[in-house]
C-alpha cells in the first residue's frame, strides 16, 4: 500500500523553504476570509500567517479570528477526556521523554487488569465518558493485551450508556488495528514527533524501534485500511522549527481530506515540557515555542482545521489553557501520566503537569463564555464535508481561469528564457540572464503552481460527477499535480547540474516537457469547467 510518506518525502524541501518565509504570500486578511469558507487552509497559507504573525500587531489579531472561525464551524461544545497510562516500562530511546529507556530514576509501572478496572471505575464515577489509553513501547504490552484493556473499557462505558475509547501506543501493524477496533475502540492518538527527519533520528537515538520515519507517515493510512476513521494527529513542539512542523500537520491532515474525505478527529499541540531525569527538557534550546508563539500555533490550527478537536493538555498551565480553548475542542481536566497514579495521586510522570481547578470550576468558566461542556463526544456530520459544493451548486469559476491565464504568462516566459538558453549556451552574459529568469520562474511555479493545485483539489474537485468518469479524471488530475511537484524539485536539481557541468541539454528537454505538460492539463482542466461542471457556473 502506498502511504502518505512518498508524497511527504517530495515535499520536504517545500515546507522548509515555506517554513522559513520573512514575507507572507497572502495578506492575513485574505487568509481568514478564506478559512471563513470552512474547507481548511494549506501549508503556504499557515506560512503566510507565520510571515504575518512576526508583526506583533498582526500576530495580537489572530486569536479573535480564529475563536470567530471556531464558533461559525464547530459545535459550541468543549469535551472533557481523560488520559489512563498502562504501562512505563519502555524500549525507546526518545531523549525527550521521562520513560526513555535508560533513564534510571524512572518510575516503571505495569497496571494489572484488576488495577486497571479499579481505576477505571474510580475515573467512570466521576463522570468521565471519553478515556484515551496511554503505553509506552513495553514488549510486555503487546496488542493483544492492549486489546482487552480497550474490551473492558467499553464494557464498562456501554455499561453506563456510552463513551470513547482512544488508544495512544506504539505504532502497530494494521491488522492489530483491526483487532483493536473490533475489541472496541474508537479512535488512534499518535504524534509524528517532529517530520522534519534529521532531527526525528537525532532525538530518537540507538536502536529505537520507534526510528523508523516513514512507518509513523504511513499509519493513518493503515488505520484507516483497518475500518478507524477518527484519528488524531499532530507534532510534538520543541523538536524543531515549530513552523515547519506545524505546515507538515496541516500538509498530513489535507492530505487524509484529500485521499479519504476525512477531517482529523483531533489534533495534538503537546509542546516539549520538563521531565524528571531528561536533561534535553531542562532548559530551553534553539526550538524551544514560547507562549506567544503557542497562540499563534494554536489559531492557525484552529483556522486550518475548523471542526477538528484542538487537544488541550495539562503540560500547559491552566490560564494558558483556558484563555485559548476554543469552540469544539478537547480539554484534559484530571491527568495522571504514571499506570495507577490515579488511586495514589501526585506521582511523577512522564512529564511535568500542572495542577487544574475542579472539573465543575472549568466547566463554568467554559459556560460563561458560550460552551457547554461534554462528557461524551457528539455524533454530528462533519460540517466541512457538507460544506463542499453540492450537486447543483453553481460554481464561480471566473477566478479559476484567471489564474490558469496568469499561469500561461509565466509558462510563455519560462519558455522563452530555455529559448535564450539554448540559442545563447556559450555567451557567459546570455546564460546569466537567462539563468536568473529561470530560477524566477522555478520560485514562482513553486509557490503559485503548487497552491493553485491544491485549492483546485478542496475546493473544484469535490464538484466534479461521483460517476465513474468523474473519478477517474480526478484521480488523473490529482496524479499531474503531484507529477509537477516533483518535476519542478528535479528541475532545482538539474539548474544545480547545469551550473556545474554548463550543459543544459538535460535542463531544455526537462523545461520543454513540463512546459507542454502543463499546458496540456490546463486545458483539460478547462474542458472539465466547461463541461462537467457547464450548468453550474457563474
Ligand atoms: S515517547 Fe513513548 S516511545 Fe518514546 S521513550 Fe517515551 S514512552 Fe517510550
Given amino acids: 500500500m502506498t502511504g502518505f510518506s512518498e508524497i511527504f518525502l517530495s515535499q520536504q524541501a517545500r515546507l522548509e523553504r ?139 462505558l456501554d455499561a453506563l450508556g456510552g463513551g470513547m475509547v482512544a488508544l495512544c501506543s506504539p505504532v502497530y501493524k494494521q491488522e492489530n488495528y483491526v483487532r483493536l477496533r473490533e ?64 505546515l507538515a500537520v496541516i500538509e498530513h491532515g489535507n492530505y487524509l481530506r484529500r485521499t479519504y474525505g476525512i477531517e482529523p478527529h483531533a489534533l495534538g499541540i503537546p509542546r516539549l515540557k520538563p521531565a524528571r531525569g531528561v536533561l534535553a527538557s531542562q532548559k530551553p534550546n534553539r526550538f524551544t515555542v514560547s507562549d506567544d508563539d503557542f497562540r499563534l500555533v494554536v489559531s492557525a490550527y484552529h483556522m486550518a482545521f475548523p471542526t477538528s478537536r484542538l487537544f488541550f493538555n495539562t503540560r500547559e498551565s491552566y490560564d494558558l489553557n483556558i484563555s485559548l480553548v476554543s469552540a469544539g475542542d478537547l480539554f484534559t481536566v484530571d491527568c495522571e501520566t504514571l499506570p495507577g497514579a490515579y488511586l495514589r495521586r501526585h506521582l511523577p510522570g512522564q ?48 477566478g479559476w481561469i484567471d489564474e490558469h491565464a ?44 503548487t497552491t493553485h493545485c491544491r485549492r483546485e483539489e478542496s475546493e473544484l474537485f469535490p464538484a466534479l460527477p461521483q460517476d465513474a468518469d468523474g473519478t477517474s479524471k480526478l484521480a488523473a488530475f490529482r496524479a499531474e499535480h503531484e507529477r509537477f511537484g516533483v518535476d519542478l524539485d528535479k528541475f532545482a536539481r538539474q539548474m544545480v547540474s547545469y551550473g556545474l557541468s554548463k550543459d543544459p541539454t538535460v ?21 472539465m469547467l466547461s463541461s462537467d461542471l457547464g450548468g453550474r457556473t457563474g
Wanted: hydrophobic residues 40%.
Fill in 18 to 156: 515555506l517554513a522559513a518565509i520573512s514575507e507572507p504570500l497572502r495578506q492575513p486578511q485574505e487568509i481568514i476570509r478564506i478559512a471563513e469558507q470552512g474547507r481548511g487552509l494549506e501549508a503556504e497559507d499557515v506560512a503566510s500567517l507565520f510571515a504575518a504573525g512576526r508583526d506583533r500587531a498582526c500576530r495580537a489579531e489572530l486569536p479573535a479570528a480564529a475563536n470567530r472561525i471556531r464558533m461559525q464551524w464547530a459545535r459550541k461544545t468543549v469535551e472533557f477526556i481523560i488520559p489512563v497510562y498502562l504501562t512505563s516500562f519502555c524500549q525507546n530511546e526518545c531523549l525527550y521523554c521521562g520513560y526513555r529507556q535508560s533513564n534510571a530514576i524512572a518510575e516503571r509501572v505495569r497496571l494489572s487488569q484488576e488495577d486497571f478496572e479499579k481505576q477505571l471505575d474510580l475515573i467512570l464515577s466521576w463522570g468521565h465518558r471519553q478515556i484515551e489509553l496511554v503505553l509506552s513501547d513495553d514488549p510486555e504490552f503487546g496488542p493483544d493485551r492492549v486489546a482487552r484493556y480497550v474490551a473492558a473499557t467499553r464494557r464498562k
Fill in 406 to 449: 496568469q499561469i500561461r504568462a509565466r509558462l510563455q516566459v519560462w519558455e522563452a528564457a530555455l529559448q535564450r538558453l539554448s540559442a545563447n549556451a556559450a555567451h557567459a552574459a546570455e546564460r546569466q540572464a537567462a539563468d536568473a529568469c529561470l530560477r524566477e520562474s522555478l520560485e514562482y511555479f513553486k509557490v503559485v503552481l
Fill in 183 to 246: 475489541a472496541g475502540l474508537d479512535w488512534v492518538v499518535e504524534w509524528q514527533e517532529t517530520y522534519h527527519r534529521p532531527h526525528f533520528d537525532r532525538w530518537h537515538s540507538g536502536s529505537s524501534p520507534k526510528r523508523a520515519f516513514e512507518s509513523r507517515l504511513d499509519l493513518w493510512d493503515h488505520v484507516i485500511a483497518a475500518g478507524i476513521t477518527r484519528i488524531g494527529i499532530g507534532a510534538l513542539l520543541g523538536l524543531f522549527d515549530f513552523r515547519h512542523d506545524v
Fill in 507 to 527: 535542463l531544455l528537454t526537462l523545461g520543454s516537457r513540463m512546459i507542454r505538460e502543463m499546458r496540456a492539463h490546463l486545458e483539460a482542466e478547462e474542458q
Fill in 351 to 398: 512529564f511535568t503537569t500542572h495542577d487544574y481547578p475542579p472539573r465543575r470550576e472549568v466547566a463554568a468558566t467554559l459556560e460563561r463564555r458560550g460552551l457547554a461542556v461534554q462528557y461524551l463526544a457528539e455524533e454530528t456530520p462533519c460540517p466541512v464535508a457538507l460544506a463542499a459544493p453540492a450537486p447543483g451548486t453553481a460554481i464561480d469559476t471566473k
